[in-house]
Every structure is written in structure tokens, then in C-alpha cells.
């Protein structure tokens, strides 16, 4: 298979827009109404004709407004509360201009039907909340954010680099807007190229999207319905995080496109499986390879971490899973843990730390007191013999909070010369 993570610039001219000027998500404010009573029942109904009329009038009113954001219409599919309507509206700004930027919608809207404020908050504090429980069922961007979506589908390659609309999928399918929603104000991935991080947070996403299908598979047809919108969230999250190796692998000559993820209304587990299935190999194929093998420990570093990482899948898991995965993580923590401590204690030698890395290297101390006798003048073996002693839970909880924040601080990153225009 050819390097795709060599650079090269042969293919920088056709890549899709990147969203200009993304905003921090704690810039992005979130209400979310309860709409309407309560369902009788988990199947999904028509969407009620006053939620239609104001999804014709709320993008206009918002353009008129000069408000940038979107509005998501959701089904509420807590498995321990009744099933309901939600209607989520986001604004990059403060809470008065988003209510000044939509109130005569909302006023209507309120007229026809009841309306219960459900929550105000930021893109960080609702997107965990939406993965657990929000069954996506329309999503309308305005602003800044409409232009852009309105760039990439209008795109003459959009099927090709846009997973989901290489499925099939109308570009105004609530699934496609799930992973440019990511993409727009989720973490940015490949900015600078592909780095250890992205790997990472690629074999992540894989993980979790395998362990809700095959939750799915144990669980039978009658609890498919509480994990459906976990499984579109993850689903839209693997489709963002695979965007860019897909791009570089349809660009270059001799490598196979990426498999395109089962995005249909109509699939079935079986189908949906057989998909990953085949992305997995793909990936597989991809990063298991001895010219890149620090991607690769971070990728299966990633898949390993999957359950680790996120608390809404803990409580699915096991103890005798989590046990494993923790069992099966524990070399790459380590591993993680020793180039990071082998890159800044050579830099300290250098004197070439950062105030950041230094903060970092502060904080990593402060989780793991084991570390502190290690000196710039410390050998591999020393730093193998501070880290061994390290209790695994201990070291998997460290791995949580600081795996991410040390690829983007101390590592170097591996570039692709492609940038997206």
C-alpha cells in the first residue's frame, strides 16, 4: 500500500473547505426545549406539522438576525424516562442574542404546541448529552455555518470526500450534517497534518462504534432503539475522524478509497457490521506498517482506550471487560508515558521547553508522583523502571486526562502537506 503518510502535494487542489475562523465550543450556546407531551411508545412518529413550519421560518429569521448556528430537532430516547421531542438551538454567542436572533420563531412555535426549557449550556456540556440520548432527526444550519455547509455539499468532489454523501445520502440527510456539525466545532483533526493524536483518536472512535454494534447484537431488536442514538452519534464521530486518511487515500495513486460506513435508514445490524468490518481492515492496513510504528501503537492505542475513555459506555461494560481492555491498554499507557518523558527530558537538556510543556510536565508529576526523581540526565532504562511501578488503574487514569493534551504538547507531529481550501 503506498505511504500515506508521506507528504506529498499532489492532491492539495480538490480537498473541501475548511470551516474559516472555527470557533471555541465554549463560544457556541446551547437551549434545548421539551416539545410537546410525552410519546406513548419508542417508535418514531411524524415529525408534528408546527416543528415543520418552524424549521421553514427559523432560517430565515436567524439570517435576518445575523446570528451564526444551527437548530437540531432530536428524539429523546432515555431509556429510563418516557421518549419525547427535543429541540436544541445554538448560536455562537451568549444567551441574549441567541433568544433576540430567534424569538418570533420560537414565539409561533410556542403558540401551537408546548414548550418546557430543558437545558442551557455550551457545545462541550450538550454534545455527551445528545451521544447518550438524542436520536438526530433534523439539522438546519444558518450564518456562517449555513455557507459553509452549503460549500461542501455544492462541492464537485463532495461524494467522493464526504463519507456520508459517498453513501448515497442527500446532503440534507440528518446524517450527513452530524459529522460537518463535528468538523465545524468538534476537534479539529489533520490541521497540520496527521499526528499522533489523530491516530490515536481514530482507533478511538473505531472502538466505540464496534462496542455499541456489538452491544446492539447482544441486546436484540428490542433494545436497538436505546442504543440507536449512541450509534449515530459514534457513527457521525468515526466518519469526522476518518475524514482526512480518506481524502489522502483517494488522492494518491495506488491506494484504495476508504470503505464507506452503512449510513442507509434501511440497514441492518448485519449490514452495519460487515461495514466496520471492512473499514476496519482498511485501517488496519493503513497503520499497521513498521515505517510508522508510533501511529500505529497510538492506533491500537486508541481501540484498546475505547471503554476507557467514555463515560457513557462504562456503564455497559463489565467488570471482567473492563479488566481486559485496562489489561490490554496498559502497554501503550506505558508507552505513551515514556516518549513523553524521553522528548521533554531531552529538551531539558537542550533548553528548548516551552512555559506549556513545562505546565504539562507539572501536571503529569502531579498525577503520577512516581516520576518526580527522573532528571534531564534520566536513561530510557531509568524512566522504564519509575513507569513499571505505576499502579495500572493509576496509570490508565493519567493516560484519560493527559494522553491528549501531551500529543499535541510534546510530541512531534508527522505533517501531510495537503491543505484543505
Known amino acids: 500500500m503506498t505511504d500515506i503518510f508521506a507528504p506529498t502535494d499532489d492532491y492539495a487542489g480538490f480537498l473541501p ?28 412518529p ?49 444567551v441574549a442574542g441567541l433568544d433576540a436572533a430567534l424569538a ?23 454534545r455527551p448529552l ?8 433534523r439539522l438546519v444550519f444558518w450564518g456562517r455555518m449555513g ?32 459529522p460537518l456539525l463535528d468538523d465545524m466545532l468538534g476537534v479539529p483533526l489533520a490541521r497540520g497534518g496527521l499526528s499522533f493524536e489523530d491516530s490515536l483518536r481514530i482507533g478511538i472512535s473505531l472502538g466505540r462504534a464496534h462496542l455499541v454494534e456489538s452491544w446492539i447484537e447482544a441486546g436484540g431488536a428490542e433494545k436497538e432503539p436505546f442504543f440507536r442514538p449512541m450509534r449515530l452519534w459514534h457513527q457521525a464521530w468515526l466518519a469526522a475522524a476518518v475524514l482526512d486518511p480518506a481524502l489522502a487515500a483517494l488522492a494518491m495513486a495506488g491506494q484504495p478509497p476508504m470503505p464507506v460506513l452503512e449510513y442507509g435508514p434501511s440497514a441492518s445490524p448485519q449490514s452495519r457490521r ?22 500505529r501503537n ?27 481492555i485496562l489489561q490490554g491498554l496498559m502497554p501503550y499507557c506505558r ?46 532504562r531509568d524512566m522504564e523502571q519509575h513507569i513499571i511501578r505505576i499502579d495500572a488503574h493509576r496509570a490508565a487514569a493519567a493516560f484519560d486526562t493527559l494522553v491528549l493534551p501531551f500529543c499535541d504538547v510534546l510530541m512531534p507531529k508527522m505533517k501531510l502537506a495537503a491543505a484543505r481550501r
Not at 167 to 176: S, T, W, Y
Open 298 to 324: 497510538a492506533f491500537i492505542a486508541g481501540v484498546q482506550h475505547a471503554v476507557w475513555l467514555d463515560s457513557d459506555l462504562q456503564q455497559y461494560a463489565q467488570p471482567q471487560q473492563r479488566a481486559e
Open 46 to 94: 411524524a415529525i408534528p406539522d408546527a416543528l415543520r413550519l418552524f424549521f421553514d421560518l427559523v432560517v430565515p429569521a436567524a439570517e435576518r438576525a445575523g446570528s451564526d448556528g444551527f437548530a437540531l430537532l432530536w428524539l429523546d430516547r432515555h431509556p429510563h424516562e418516557q421518549p419525547g421531542w427535543r429541540l436544541s438551538l445554538a448560536h455562537l454567542g451568549d
Open 130 to 137: 445528545w451521544r447518550k440520548r438524542a436520536e438526530p432527526v
Open 147 to 178: 455557507s459553509h455547509a452549503r460549500a461542501v455539499a455544492g462541492h464537485g468532489d463532495a461524494a467522493s470526500f464526504y463519507p456520508p454523501v459517498g453513501a448515497g445520502l442527500r446532503m440534507d440527510h440528518v446524517l450527513c450534517g452530524l
Open 104 to 126: 418570533k420563531p420560537l414565539a409561533r412555535l410556542a403558540k401551537s404546541i408546548p414548550l418546557a426549557d430543558f437545558e442551557t449550556a455550551s457545545w462541550q456540556e450538550t
Open 335 to 380: 508507552w505513551f508515558l515514556a516518549m513523553a518523558l524521553y522528548n521533554h527530558l531531552g529538551n531539558l537538556v537542550e533548553n528548548r521547553v516551552s512555559d506549556d510543556q513545562s505546565a504539562f510536565y507539572e501536571a503529569l508529576i502531579a498525577a503520577l508522583p512516581e516520576l518526580a526523581p527522573l532528571g534531564p540526565f534520566a536513561t530510557r
Open 274 to 295: 460487515a461495514a466496520l468490518d471492512d473499514l476496519s481492515g482498511w485501517l488496519s492496513t493503513l497503520f499497521f506498517n513498521e515505517a510508522h510504528p508510533a501511529h
Open 17 to 44: 473547505p475548511f470551516f474559516a475562523d472555527r470557533p471555541d465550543g465554549e463560544d457556541v450556546t446551547i437551549r434545548s426545549f421539551m416539545v410537546g407531551d410525552p410519546l406513548p411508545d419508542q417508535a418514531v
